[in-house]
Structure formats: structure tokens, C-alpha cells
């Protein structure tokens, strides 16, 4: 039977072999939890968050889009409430002096959800009932509270003191600009304002190739409501989200649904319901949405002294919105789509074959153009196709190599189509359409290219 790691494994090398995912600072032996994107990664990353921009703020008439920075006022982190409760709690094996978060321990050793447990139950219980994972001694200390939050310096005339935060999540820019957008944009409640950016944690067990890294970008929704429609917005917002999983080709079979019972809720939140997805390594947390009630805006008002309400244009009345947050990860949705994608197939003809079934409209490269053989002028005659699709998708041209390891390079990149120019292509001015999925090919006249693909690639 294979292993969780197992699992994962034939995804990690793929990443690496096909340009998706690099380990972070390689040539230096590598830097723990980070890692770098290759070309078809941030490809791929790229057409998530356009898809996501596209389908959440362009096509909606209620959202509008913020860029807010990294660095905010440390102050915003003492309103938010993370200095003081955006913590985990971290425990270490005396013997070996490995780190664990004592939660994790506990679940993974025992099958018991440590979520609302106090420090001292889980030291107990660790104690008396779990062996150290790496070295299989019983000897922890106690367990006790970890800051995820990166701390900066900056520079020595700062008027609040040296330190600054690298923010843990984008929403509270949202939040300190809430003034700033009710100002100068046209927008009435209901309304949401996106943000994608980078995030960092300081994790303790970062892990599972890109599930729980240090450094990731989120995109987030903060839309504001009338406290009346939270629920309504709530079951709307949920909708949406599934919504979003299907329009990037996720399989509905592996997305389900987990609510945060009330004594695991975050202190900013009344209502939490994960998406979780069918990982190699199991069930865990892909999305969230949250109720934020009107806890940022008006800990941000009493933070700053000023003064952050809107105003209904009709009935003149003045209120704090309150919120509800749907938030995505990038690096997860790039992950589960690694994993919903991947199949090693068995041929025929005794190979296999691996290949990436990605949506179309999120794959890296939406289509491959090869010569036959590197010969004119079936070279010449591929290139003038080539530049004619880069000009609409983004296409790759290969002349180098057998023509069938060209595509199976492709079917590990998932690229759902490849053009090949033959011998007959000089005769009738007609190519081959290589469908990804099906290794169907169908010859294509080249005047009609353009029009077929279109309809594809949709
Ligand atoms: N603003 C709310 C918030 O930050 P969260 O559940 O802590 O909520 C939101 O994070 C999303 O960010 C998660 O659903 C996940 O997709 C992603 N995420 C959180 N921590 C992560 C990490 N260490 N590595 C990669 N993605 C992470």
C-alpha cells in the first residue's frame, strides 16, 4: 500500500523535472519551506489569479480592487488582534530538541482534535500519551504560545518603536483603507473590495510540499454588509466559492464542506465553514469563509481615533458594515490542482504515461506547435502558426526530439492541445489537433485554426 508521502512524491518531481515548483535557494543547500516558482508555475499561478480577478471583481458590479502593502502601521496588528492571539502552541522534545505544534501532535498521534484545548490539557496529554514522532523518546517540555507573526526592523527614527510586522494575511489593509474607498469610490453597501498579495507566517511544522508554507499569497474578499444580511450573504458566498472550484476544473467529489464549531472560531469570527479538499495526505483546509461581524472596522476606529462608518445615501442612517470574508490561498489552489490533475497512465503498449488534465482556461500552455521533424519548410511553416496563436494564448514551439517524447513532455506541462505540421500539410495546407486527454488527433484546415481552438479553449 503507498504511503501519504508516497502520494505526493510523484507530484513533487514533476514539479521539479517540468519548471512548476524549485526548492527555495537551491544552489545554497536550500532554505526550509520556501520555494520558487518555475516558469509553468507562475504561469499557472498567474491564470489562477486572473481567473479569480476576472470571475470576483471585472464581472461584478459590487466589487472593486485594492493593492495595499505589506508593511502596515504595527499598530493595525495590536487592533486586529493578532499581537496578542495569533498564536499556536508549540511544544519540543527534549531529547532531540525537535519542534511540534502540540495540536498536530496530538491529532496525528492519538485521532483527537485538539482545537479549544488550553496549554496544560495539551501538555498533559502529551506527556502521558504520545511518543516524539522523530526520535520516539517521551520527554517534552511544557507547551506554551508562539507568535506566527514575522517581525521586521525598521529604520531607527520609526516614532513606534523598530518593529513591523510582515502581514499574515492581506484582509487587514482592507480594512485600514475601508475610509479611503467609501471616499473616493462610487460604491453602496452591499459591496466587496479584493485584494491577491503576499502573506507570511512564521509556522511552526510548515509542510506537505506547498500546503503550509512561511511565504504565500492570498486573494481575500472583504464585503461589506448590513448586519441584517450576513446570513443570506453568508450562503451566497458559499455558493460562489464552489462556484469558483468548478470554473477551475476542481472535482466536486473532493470538496466538502467543514463548519468551525463555536468554541474553535477565531476571536474575529461568528460563523466559519472551510472548503476542505481530498489532499494525497488527507482531508485539509483549501478555502475559508468567514462572518467577521464589525470587529476590524471598529477596532481599527478605536485604534486610531477616527471615525469609520458609512453612510446609507437614502435613509442617511450611519452604521459600522459588518463583514464576511471569503478567502482563498493561492499556493493550495495551485497544490489541489497539481493533485486533481495528475494521472499515470498504462498504454497499450506497456508505458506509462503521465499526464496533467488541467481546464484549459487554467493550464500553463494552452497549445504546443511542433514541425514533424526540424526540416523546411515544415520548420518555417509551424513557426508562421506559432506566431499567429502566441498573439491570442500562450504557446510553445518544439522542433527538437522524437515527436512522440515532444508530446509527452506536453502531457506532463497539460497542455490540452498540440498542433503538428506534417508532409501532408504541404500538400493540403492542413494540420493535426492533438486532444491531451483523449491522444485523439483530427486533422484541422489552417484557415480554420484559430476558430477551432477558440471554441476549445474557452
Ligand atoms: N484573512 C483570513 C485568513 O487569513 P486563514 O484561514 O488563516 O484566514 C486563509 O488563511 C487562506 O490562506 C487559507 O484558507 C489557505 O488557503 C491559505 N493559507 C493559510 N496559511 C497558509 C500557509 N501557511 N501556507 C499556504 N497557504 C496558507
Known sequence: MSTIQDRLKPIVALCKRRGFVYPGSEIYGGFANTYSFGPYGAELKKNIKDLWWKMFVHERRDMVGLDGPILLHPKVWAASGHVEGFNDALIDCKS???????????????????????????????????????????????????NLMFQTQMSKTSADGDVAYLRPETAQAIFVDFKNIIDTMRVRIPFGVAQIGKAFRNEITPGNFVFRVIEFEQMEIEYFIKESAWEATFDRWLQSM???CRAIGLKESRIHEKEHPKEQLSHYSKRTVDLVYDFPFGRSELYGLAYRTDFDLKRHAEYSGQTIEYTDPETREKFVPHVIEPTFGVERTLLALLCDAYEEQ???????????????RIAPIKVAIF?????????EKAQKIFAELKRFWYCEYDESGQIGKRYRRQDELGTPFCITVDFDTLENDTVTLRDRDTMQQIRVPCSQLLEVLSEKLK
Open 96 to 146: 532531540c530538541k525537535g519542534r511540534f505544534r502540540a495540536d498536530h501532535l496530538i491529532e496525528n498521534a492519538l485521532k483527537l482534535d485538539a482545537d479549544g484545548m488550553s496549554l496544560p490539557q495539551m501538555t498533559d496529554i502529551i506527556r502521558s500519551k504520545v511518543k516524539c514522532p522523530k526520535c520516539g523518546a517521551s520527554d517534552f517540555t511544557e507547551a506554551r504560545h508562539f
Open 242 to 244: 464552489h462556484e469558483w
Open 346 to 360: 498504462q498504454l497499450d503498449n506497456g508505458e506509462t504515461r503521465t499526464v496533467l488534465h488541467f481546464a484549459p
Open 371 to 379: 514541425p514533424l521533424m526540424k526540416k523546411e519548410p515544415l520548420s
